[in-house]
């Protein structure tokens, strides 16, 4: 099983930047593909990144495509992304997922995560 406990988010102004980040307990992190997922006000949850057990494959979301980048350091059980250029349309929740499953496929969806954080929100001003 994986705890997960996310922290970097705030209040920012549009057009700036913060880091997100999520520790994880548990010896066995580098099994889990990771991702990072959001939930505005009166809306769904939303993939937003996502990256591999070894970090060898992203993905993103088309509307971060080229403002966020996800990263992972197996040796500190930690993933993180960096959120540049932030728009007011980035307001949300931001949850970190873990899951055992294989395939891209499977971490750009909420239902095939198989843990979550409880979220830090990310608020962007105009």
């Known amino acids: 099983q994986v705890q997960l406990v996310e922290s970097g988010g705030g209040l920012v102004q549009a057009g700036g930047s913060l880091r997100l980040s999520c520790a994880a307990s548990g010896r066995t992190f580098s099994s889990y593909a990771m991702g990072w997922f959001r939930q505005a006000a009166g809306k769904e949850r939303e993939f937003v990144a996502g990256?591999?057990?070894?970090?060898?494959?992203?993905r993103y979301a088309d509307s971060v495509k080229g403002r966020f980048t996800i990263s992972r350091d197996n040796a500190k059980n930690t993933v993180s992304v960096q959120m540049n250029s932030l728009e007011p349309e980035d307001t949300a929740v931001y949850y970190c997922?873990?899951?055992?499953?294989?395939?891209?496929?499977?971490?750009?969806?909420?239902?095939?995560?198989?843990?979550w954080g409880k979220g830090t929100l990310v608020t962007v001003s105009s």
């Open positions: 990256i591999s057990y070894n970090g060898g494959n992203t």
């Open positions: 997922a873990a899951s055992l499953k294989w395939g891209s496929y499977y971490w750009t969806r909420t239902s095939y995560m198989d843990y």
